[in-house]
């Protein structure tokens, strides 16, 4: 997408043609910077600092990360040590066991002198692949949000809901929730975005605002607590978020408090969609609550909070008495049944095991 005129995406390979560049995300929305990895153990910092977040783009980072650790050393001890530092950044995000797995699929058969040229060609494939696939999960979106026009008065917006950030950001293009607003917006439909500001690490308020902003789409920050409100009152025609697993039963793991979202939609008969890349299924567990591990992060994320002084310096401050304790679990999970439609890029599917089974046989034939 573009920033101030100019295409990016959120991962790319260096001019050296060997090192990655990634969108430093930690200084977003007040500065726009790039850092480069230059090693297998700076794509795993990356991730773990959450320089890179979401889980498309933990998933490419972690291919690169794997082409970074092949560059260095290609033997099979090296890339498995590689792929166990990697996947122990974060825990909840599934693609980032996908991308890992499909690198060492890729990788493992090969002379250890064939595997960097290979890992490298994979992880860009892997990154291609995230692109054309939010692609097609914005055109499978596309027809909801033309057919809520389509009910409303003449040039009257359609207001959509999201939180976190499932936007390009979070991926390498487009963005999974994202994809079908900036398709409308596109396609000249008045789309208004009511942005979560997503405590406490405010992905929504930095981010998905931010990247709003910078494509022109109309957007309010709101906090996180007034989705219910303005649903009572008419004022959200939809709410799409992004997921970091979802069952094989279509339970979608996301960001903290996605599931307060679905509860106040179906209170209100407000669509509650979940824009869904196939690699985020994980046909290995069925019961979402049960058996998706949540990410417990470190309690400062609670208790402080940093912004921009007026004098333009970057400040944290403490929000919470001393002493106060902190639970910071950074995931919840949204039932299945209170989930309207899977938006995939093979269509917008029901939330049912045998929906997604029918939409995805090679997958469930891989995990078997
Ligand atoms: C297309 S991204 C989907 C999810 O990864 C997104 O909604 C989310 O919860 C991101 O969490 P984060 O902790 O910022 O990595």
Redesign the pocket.
């Known amino acids: 997408m573009q920033v101030d005129g100019t295409p990016y995406r959120t991962i790319w390979l260096g001019d050296d043609g060997e090192t990655v560049e990634i969108i430093d995300q930690t200084k977003l929305p007040h500065r726009f910077e790039i850092a480069r990895l230059e090693t297998m153990e700076d794509a795993a910092t990356a991730i773990k600092d959450?320089l890179v977040?979401?889980?498309?783009?933990?998933g490419a980072t972690a291919a690169y990360g794997m082409a970074l650790a092949a560059r260095s050393d290609p033997s099979n001890h090296a890339l498995s040590t590689a792929y166990n530092q990697l996947h122990a950044t974060?825990p909840t995000?599934i693609n980032l066991r996908w991308a890992l797995d499909e690198m060492m699929q890729a990788l493992s058969p090969l002379s250890p002198s064939e595997r960097p040229a290979r890992a490298y060609e994979r992880a860009a494939e892997i990154a291609d692949e995230d692109v054309e696939i939010n692609r097609g999960i914005g055109r499978a979106g596309l027809p909801i949000i033309e057919a809520i026009c389509a009910g409303k008065r003449p040039g009257e917006t359609v207001n959509i809901l999201t939180?976190?950030?499932?936007?390009w950001l979070?991926?390498v293009d487009w963005?999974?929730?994202t994809a079908p607003i900036y398709m409308a917006h596109e396609a000249g439909i008045p789309v208004h975005v009511w942005v979560d500001e997503t405590r406490p690490?405010n992905?929504g308020a930095s981010l998905t605002a931010w990247e709003l902003g910078h494509h022109g789409v109309p957007h309010t920050v709101i906090a996180d607590n007034t989705g219910g409100h303005l649903m009572q009152h008419g004022l959200v025609d939809m709410v799409i978020?992004?997921?970091?697993r979802t069952t094989a039963s279509g339970d979608v793991c996301?960001?903290i408090g996605?599931y307060l979202k679905a509860l106040a939609a179906r209170d209100n008969a407000v669509p509650f969609y979940v824009?869904l890349?196939s690699p985020?299924i994980d046909f290995r567990v069925h019961d979402g609550v049960k058996e998706i591990p949540i990410?417990e992060r470190s309690g400062d994320e609670v208790a402080k909070i940093t912004g921009r002084t007026a004098a333009g310096e970057i400040e944290t401050v403490t929000i919470i008495p001393d002493g106060s304790p902190v639970a910071n679990y950074?995931?919840d999970v949204t039932p299945a049944r209170l989930v309207t439609g899977l938006v995939t890029e093979r269509g917008v599917i029901e939330p049912t095991a045998e929906a997604i089974a029918a939409a995805f046989p090679e997958r469930v034939r891989v995990a078997a």
């Open positions: 959450m977040r979401g889980a498309p783009l933990i974060r995000a939180h976190c950030n499932a936007g979070a991926t963005g999974t929730a690490r992905q978020v992004g997921t970091d996301n960001k996605t824009g890349p985020t990410e950074a995931f």
